[in-house]
């Protein structure tokens, strides 16, 4: 879905002198391969010759939709299943309209969408093996390669000297909470709207201009 204005830019007459037509110029030739600048900057500048042009610009205000599959954490909320209806079709759905020509998005859950399962990442524990530590709650210390001690008299004070030192990620337990369901065990799959608004922009500048009628 797309709405669409046109605007018609007019510009008052700016007088422009040597300095900032010699400027324009290096500027320009900036941005071109195989241009001497050296030699731009010794153009001898006769007339400076002003003359109208329009510049025209079409503006879309476009809306796109697409349904995605997403999911979040079961914390006891009721349920929109399947069985309750059939989910509507996408542009069926009525979604506010943000004020024209100013991009957006939004994203809304689709009505009789939801399932529940099992969370795939903790197998429903709610807790994950630590990936710092590979579940023991523990890693070896780097004093002396684990030696123990850092000197012949002294012990580490970071392991006491064990050898090893508590998993400051886990705090020891060996798991932490499964970042995917937070630790509930069980996520709610369902389909949500996802709705974005854009502006494109085309424009136009007529040089040489023509007559106003003809534009």
């Known amino acids: 879905m797309s709405w669409v204005r046109e605007v018609l830019l007019f510009s008052r007459n700016v007088d422009i002198t040597e300095d900032m037509a010699r ?6 030739l900036s941005t071109k391969c195989c241009c001497h600048q050296a ?4 153009l001898v500048i006769n007339r400076l010759t002003q003359m ?3 510049r025209y610009r079409l503006e879309s205000f476009t809306e796109s939709r697409q349904h995605e599959k997403t999911s979040k954490p079961y914390t006891g909320q009721r349920l929109d299943k399947a069985n309750r209806g059939a989910a ?3 542009w069926n759905i009525r979604v506010q309209t943000p004020k024209m020509f100013q991009d957006g998005s939004e994203r809304i859950p689709l009505p009789h969408s939801s399932e ?10 709610g807790r994950c093996k630590c990936s710092r530590c590979g579940g023991s709650g523990q890693f070896r210390c780097g004093c002396s390669g684990g030696s123990r001690q850092r000197s012949r008299n002294k012990r580490c004070h970071g392991c006491s000297g064990n050898g090893r030192r508590r998993c400051s990620k886990c705090s020891g337990r060996g798991r932490k909470v499964c970042p995917v369901c937070k630790g509930e065990g069980r996520l709610i799959h369902y389909q949500q709207l ?15 201009p023509v007559p106003e009628n003809d534009f």
Do not use: F, N
């Not at 529940?116 to 524990?125: N, P, S």
């Not at 608004?197 to 085309?202: F, G, I, M, Y």
């Open 23 to 28: 400027e324009a110029i290096l500027r320009y």
């Open 39 to 42: 030699r731009a900057e010794e």
């Open 52 to 54: 109208p042009l329009y």
């Open 88 to 90: 509507p079709q996408l």
């Open 116 to 125: 529940l399962k099992v969370c795939h990442k903790c197998q429903g524990r």
């Open 194 to 208: 996802s709705v974005t608004w854009r502006t494109l922009h085309s424009e136009y500048i007529c040089d040489p």
